[in-house]
């Protein structure tokens, strides 16, 4: 347990908190990095995350904080309006840092009105919260996504001008939200600050995602499946810089303002097969050595549409004094490591990493909190001939 800083008393009723910080969706990926960050640094800052325990979270990911004086969990769905008011008043919440939202594309294909409920109507209903406390609300930090542009036709990276074009469920409800803060950020004068990022891997992340799947996969002695051709790049930035970048924001961040967050690796879903292929000492060199590392990867039907890729321009964040720091290598050789003894954390994975999980069953059941029944297997989706040794052979040499 950490101490308390000085003059700042261990318990809830009578302290005096710097600054108080609701964090929704702090049991998830990278609210649990940012939650962690905030706790250890500023302990006289009081964080409350505010979580609903969705499938993609664990409170295991909070463990190294849970007995911190300054760290609270709260078990709550962003819809609750009663209870997040609740929370606002009864903790004196000036800060709110908005991550809470479903966020697999691959799912917003299948049960996308549940991306509709949580992003959008969840956001609207946080924002209604946040008025009704404007008083007491001094920063409200929304997260967004670098999806939001899609995918940049153009050629140019994306600045925080660029109009807003999202191409998939997922990515307009993200676009959606984000209409409703900056509406309530004219209408009502709210203090919204919007971020847009990148893909973050790094421990904490639910194997749904590309790199704990391929991690997941690999540990199984399973082929990697990629969508399409595999040439589709994404931009990797290590969840502990964005950690950081958040840390920057909640503190230099103007009001009104909006940060793109990216960095310098830009990565094939190929090329990131290979590195996790290497770096897992499955092949020595898959760039040299084709045919083995064909035989380790095949070619799935692609998503419905897959931006190419989201080039961003980052110099308004720059501006504040933020640079990623953590090395592509680094961050895999780190992210491997935690999944050698974490993977457990959300328990049965199975139905996570395969292809497309969780793909077209919004009309069989209800997804959200649990596991399907039934998921597109690798066998549904696989693609001939690309998925033969000949052909997979041909697309690895292309990187
Ligand atoms: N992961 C990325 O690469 C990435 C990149 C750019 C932006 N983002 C954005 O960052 C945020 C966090 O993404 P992530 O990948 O860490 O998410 P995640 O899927 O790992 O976690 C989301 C968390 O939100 C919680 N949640 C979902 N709906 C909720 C609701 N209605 N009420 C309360 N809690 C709810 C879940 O339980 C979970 O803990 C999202 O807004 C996402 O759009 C993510």
Redesign the pocket.
């Known amino acids: 347990m950490a101490a308390a800083a000085a003059g700042v008393s261990a318990t809830t009723g009578d302290k005096k908190w710097e600054r108080v910080i609701m964090v ?9 990095h940012v939650v962690i960050l905030l706790v250890k640094k500023y302990p006289t800052y009081k964080i409350i995350n ?9 409170l295991k990911n909070l463990e190294c904080v849970e007995d911190y004086p300054n760290y609270e969990f709260v078990h ?5 309006a009663d209870l997040v008011n609740f929370v606002i008043r009864k903790e004196n919440v000036d800060t709110i840092m ?7 594309v691959d799912n917003s294909f299948g049960n996308s009105l549940t991306f509709t ?3 959008v109507l ?1 956001t609207h209903s946080l924002l209604e919260a946040a008025k009704a406390n404007r008083a007491r609300v001094s920063r409200f930090i929304h ?5 939001v542009y899609g995918e940049g036709s153009s050629g140019e990276p994306s600045h925080e001008g660029t109009e807003m074009d999202p191409t998939n469920p ?1 990515s307009a409800s ?1 676009a959606g939200a984000e209409h409703l803060v900056t509406a309530y950020r004219r209408s009502f004068d709210l203090p919204i600050i919007i ?7 790094g421990p ?3 194997p749904e ?1 590309i790199v704990p799947k391929f991690i997941a996969q690999i540990s199984r002695g399973r082929k990697l499946t990629l969508h399409g051709t595999g040439t589709n790049t994404r931009n990797y ?1 290590f969840v502990e810089d ?1 950690a950081r970048a958040f840390d920057v924001i909640l503190h230099k961040g103007e009001i009104g303002g909006v940060y793109n ?1 990216g960095g310098d690796n830009e990565r094939s879903n190929l090329e990131v097969a290979k590195t996790l292929l290497a770096a897992m000492g499955v092949i020595p060199d898959p760039d040299v050595d084709a045919d083995a590392t064909a035989k380790h990867i095949t070619f799935v039907s692609d998503r419905p549409f897959n931006d190419l890729r989201y080039p961003l321009d980052c110099k308004r964040l720059a501006a504040l004094g933020w640079t990623e720091e953590v090395s592509f290598t680094d961050g895999i050789a780190r992210t491997i490591e935690w999944y050698k003894t974490n993977s457990g954390n959300w328990g049965d994975i199975e139905s996570a990493i395969v292809a497309h999980p969780r793909r077209g069953n919004l009309t069989t059941e209800v997804t959200e909190g649990k596991a399907p029944s039934k998921a597109i297997t690798d066998d549904e989706t696989a693609v001939e001939p690309a998925s033969t040794p000949t052909a997979a052979a041909a697309a690895a040499k292309t990187t």
């Open positions: 929704t969706g702090g049991a998830g990926f990278i609210a649990s505010y979580d609903k325990l969705d499938y993609c979270s664990s709550g769905d962003i819809l609750a908005h991550f809470a939202a479903q966020t697999h409920r949580n992003n969840g997260v967004s996504t670098d999806e997922y993200k971020t847009r990022g990148n893909n973050v891997y904490h992340q639910f995602k930035l964005v967050i």
